[in-house]
């Protein structure tokens, strides 16, 4: 096994909460892995991510009715680009 695939069947065992020997085994044999857990944070990133995606197709939505502005438009585009860059941060900082 080189460097390389030992570290990276040590992250995906550590991913899993299991041994590198558990994981091995599991993977060797074919058995089910334990599913990842999706921690609080994680939960909470991807629940804003939505929300930012949801605002996204509402503003589209909005352009092509015509409902708002465009310099509203580019306001609120502004907004959720900053939003967006706040999530990358949070996520890049882990």
């Given at each position: 096994?080189?460097?390389?695939e ?6 995906n ?17 074919g ?5 990842t857990?999706?921690?609080p944070?994680?939960r909470?990133?991807?629940v ?26 580019y306001?609120?585009?502004?907004e ?15």
């Amino acid at each position: 096994m080189t460097v390389n695939e030992y570290l990276i069947v040590s992250r995906n065992a550590a991913t899993l909460g299991m041994g590198i020997p558990d994981y091995i085994r599991k993977k060797v044999t074919g058995r089910p892995l334990p599913r990842t857990k999706v921690t609080p944070e994680d939960r909470r990133l991807f629940v804003e991510l939505s929300r930012i995606g949801n605002n996204i197709n509402q503003l589209t939505k909005n352009a092509h009715l015509r409902m708002h502005s465009p310099k509203d438009l580019y306001r609120r585009l502004g907004e959720l680009r900053h939003l967006l860059h706040e999530l990358k941060s949070n996520i890049t900082n882990k």
